[in-house]
């Protein structure tokens, strides 16, 4: 159809026609996990899977009755509020959550699922509030371990290549580990202990690794995981270690960039997940974490449109933080190439003290005059994108001058790009531009350039403005510390 379509069109438009998407509205993504391996370690139904999850024999009516129980019964136990019932008054063991955190991920039947995650969802918040207050308010709620969530992760098609880059720390789990748990292991010579009946035969997943879900990645069960991830950690920040948390972060970084969550509404589940994330890494280790993160996050993939689409998922008062800091390493590392100067530095003096001024001067070489192609406009609107975020939200008195700045040259950039019917990539360019330097004036006109603006007459601001678009404004920031001297009343062509 689309060639029929084609040949209709006269030959003197096909040079109108628009064929490519030159910078496309989406991130490039990356094959994170693969669909050919999903299911591959556990699967459900599964009657064995409670075993695996470290749920013994000797425990008490409730345990023993789901060890005996069939698939059917199990789900029917589920769906019915019965576990929820039964632990939502009595400890329930980590085993029993952890097959319930499996259930969520894996099962097949979306009201399983989401019966799997209400009844986690409940017994949580019986957990909550059956704290002792003896215990000092220590939460004893239950989170999923590193080992529970990789091996969840693993499930879907994962692996230590495609959840962590070269640079990135990993955590200290096997393969082994995360493929047989040692309740399995345990579980080998389970006819010698004489604990329980003969076995009944393997589930599918450990007989042939087929896997009884359809073979695309159940991204509603993955979104659930995130949740359940979410509010565990809520709960429980102290549940991780710093380091956990960091290689926790960077999971969470990957698995957004999975092509088969482009086109799903997964940004607010993933968005919360990171705030969690980094609201639970201890305050005294905040400025070492961040420069570790801005140190590894330019190799953690290879297009900088999935490093921008990981940048606009931080928000809250951390994420924010971390986020300027992200792109002013981005923008570094983009322009390094252009620069005919050494690049700036990117230490952690100059992370823990980033200032606007440190994204001026990376941008030193960027603003001369160039021929757009359409490689390089894909490139450009990434950098301004960065550019963007990384003057942050609100700004200081002494980043007045370097605002200024900015905008000039956006502003000078904005007219030397030249649109073409044809060409409809410069348009959008140049109108991210446009937004960005207004956003840039915003901000320029939110710092009082002196202590008494109050006071200052309509013409004196208007002339203000005159001069931030001539490039004229270079503040003092002495005369702004002493305040207003006589000349600063006079008008600029009368000094």
Known sequence: ????????????????????????????????????????????????????????????????????????????????????????????????????????????????????????????????????????????????????????????????????????????????????????????????????????????????????????????????????????????????????????LVIIWRLSLDHNLKWDATESDIESCIMIVLRAIPEDSWCDTMCRLCAMFPSLTTHHSNHLSIVNLLFDHKGLDLQCRLCYVMVVKLLSEECTSSPPATDAKTIKNYKISDLCSALNGFWRSRKISPDDCYRLHTVVSLVALGVGKESRRADRRHLAVIFRNMKNLAESIREDATSLYRSKLKHLIIRTSIRVQFLYQSIPKLKSTVFKSAKTRQQDMLQLNDGEMSDDESTESRGPTPEAFIPAKLQ
């Open 1 to 248: 159809e689309d060639e029929m379509a084609a040949s209709n069109v006269p030959t003197c438009m096909n040079e109108f026609s628009h064929t490519e998407d030159v910078i496309p509205d989406l991130h490039q993504g990356e094959a994170v996990f693969n669909n050919d391996r999903l299911g591959s370690i556990f699967s459900l139904p599964d009657s064995q899977l409670l075993v695996k999850c470290g749920l013994e024999t000797d425990s008490n009516k409730m345990e023993k009755l789901l060890l005996n129980s069939s698939e059917e019964m199990l789900e029917i136990m589920i769906t019915t509020g019965s576990l929820t019932n039964y632990y939502s008054f009595n400890p329930c063991p980590d085993s029993v959550m952890r097959w319930l955190f499996y259930a969520v991920s894996i099962h097949p039947s979306w009201h399983v699922m989401n019966c799997a995650y209400q009844t986690m969802w409940s017994i949580i918040e019986a957990q909550q509030q059956n704290l002792n207050p003896n215990d000092d308010g220590v939460s004893t709620v239950w989170v999923p371990t590193m080992t529970d969530i990789l091996r969840v992760l693993f499930n879907y098609g994962a692996d230590f290549e495609t959840l962590f880059a070269d640079c990135c720390p990993r955590p200290p789990i096997s393969l082994d580990e995360i493929i047989m748990t040692s309740a399995d292991k345990e579980n080998v010579n389970s006819e010698q202990r004489n604990e329980r009946t003969p076995p009944p035969p393997p589930s599918p997943a450990d007989t042939d690794n087929s896997c009884t879900v359809d073979s695309e990645l159940p991204v509603c069960n993955l979104l659930h995981t995130i949740k359940i991830i979410t509010d565990t950690l809520r709960r429980r920040l102290t549940a991780f270690t710093t380091e956990e948390l960091i290689q926790l």
